[in-house]
């Protein structure tokens, strides 16, 4: 008997043993293949700093000045190569998602409007986090509140709500079926927005400048470790407001 239970611990370990390795070796190679998976921008050397002037009470106004004077200082740090803000990061918090009402398509009876992830970005985005565009162009400053709306999108939005049609152009809007509609300026390539396993989701940007949002995300693209300028630019937001709160200081 005993020597049939030490066979039976035996053949547990080995088959646990086995279990292990091929749960290992499936992991290595998820990691591998996710190291190698285009993810639609470039996360090397991208410091990322959160913060929402409007618990210390800063209006539209005040708000739009500050991060203004701040892109400006921090793109004078030595060692950023350009700076931009956006309501979220890829994969990150913060994302929006949106009701989208086709010009031209009506809905039918009763039936509901699609919704797709997004993000509110400002003119240098595309540029700091290397998103590249197939067609059209990417925003710029003159895309404000007093110019026509605007919108990014991806591929696989392109081709789900215009296909066999160029995108280009085409309107949206985000508000209901009699607009205000947003014109498609620019393409880009299908990217990772939410998880890294979710193929060729509908994804669009809309400018920051026409979409207000206290809250942002600061985001340097460097020339040196990232890491290495955090303490640099939360001097910077100190020196302008030593009030206005940092949630967030990450790579």
Known sequence: PIYRVRSVLVVAQVAGSLVLLIMAGLFVRSLV?????????DPNNVLNVTLDPRGV????TRTKNFYRELEARVRALP????VSTALSVPMGTGGGVSAVFVEGKPLNPGEQPPTVVNNQVDAGYFETMRVPLLRGRSFRESDDDKAPPAAIVNEAMAKQFWPNEDAMGKRFSMKGASGPFAEIIGIVPNGKYVFIGLENQPYFFVPLAQNYSSYRILQLRTTVPPGTLSTQVQEVIRELDPNVPITNAQT
């Open 57 to 60: 009470g800063y209006d539209e």
């Open 33 to 41: 293949r996710a190291q190698h998976t285009y993810l639609g921008f």
């Open 79 to 82: 060692g950023v190569e350009s």
